[in-house]
């Protein structure tokens, strides 16, 4: 992965990075965007334009070198599942993992993967359930406003961007952290996904999508550098 104008803060944290992982440890070679696939009966594709529409914000906005504008499709127990130092999810529906899946997402988050589960209106119960089995010791906690995800390319003092209103409940970025380091973040009540869309499918107003967008654009130069 190579970056352009980056500060030194970045260019120091990328050469570690790129020091070389260790076996079964999470590729940092260049960034594709990589979606979910899980079993239980969600949507786990729903908002198909979204991350392509992220990637190509990241190619744009950014120094990520982005190695394909389309996501990649991954199931928790595919080999390929390293090849990818983030990956998404999100879904209206039932979330539910196999005992090899639990320990597998185990196994990837600790060596190095971040996984951003979007929930979408919908799969709330079910993924809270299936993410304490992972890290049974461990409780999802909203991250305060001066989080640095919140800072980390974009200033986002407001924190999380409300899109879609459903219960009426505040936005809520929640955070799991393993040996001190983020590992999973869950947008809850905001439906990041619904507003990175392509711009006619919600009718969202153009100042929420780009709240929504530099977000996601916070969360994948976070998730890179950490």
């Given at each position: ?9 970045l ?11 260790a076996?079964?440890?999470?590729s940092?070679?260049g960034?594709q965007i990589a ?15 979204s ?6 914000a990241?190619?744009?906005r950014t120094?990520?070198e ?23 999810m ?10 090899a899946e ?5 196994e990837?988050?600790?060596?190095g ?33 001066r989080h ?8 986002l ?7 879609h ?23 809850y ?10 711009a006619?499918v919600h ?5 929420i ?9 916070n ?8």
């Amino acid at each position: 992965m190579r970056w352009r104008h980056a500060p030194p803060i970045l260019l120091a944290l990328l050469a570690l990075a790129g020091a070389g992982p260790a076996a079964g440890a999470v590729s940092t070679d260049g960034f594709q965007i990589a979606r979910l696939k899980y079993g239980g009966g969600g949507d786990w594709y729903s908002n198909p334009s979204s991350l392509p529409n992220l990637a190509e914000a990241l190619g744009k906005r950014t120094a990520v070198e982005v190695v394909s504008p389309e996501e990649a499709r991954v199931e928790l127990l595919d080999e390929a599942l390293y090849s990818y130092p983030l990956v998404y999810m999100n879904g209206h529906g039932e979330v539910r993992f196999s005992q090899a899946e639990v320990d597998r997402l185990r196994e990837y988050l600790e060596r190095g993967g971040f996984l951003w589960a979007d929930d979408n209106y919908g799969m709330d119960r079910s993924f809270r359930r299936e993410i304490q089995k992972v890290f049974p010791g461990s409780r999802l906690v909203e991250l305060p406003f001066r989080h640095e995800i919140f800072h980390t390319f974009y200033d986002l003092p407001q924190g999380l961007p409300k899109v879609h209103e459903h219960d009426g409940k505040p936005a809520q970025a929640l955070a799991i952290f393993h040996g001190g380091r983020l590992v999973v973040l869950y947008t809850y009540q905001s439906d990041i996904g619904d507003g990175i869309e392509d711009a006619d499918v919600h009718n969202d107003p153009p100042a929420i999508r780009e709240q929504a967008m530099k977000f996601a654009v916070n969360v994948v130069v976070y998730a890179m550098t950490h």
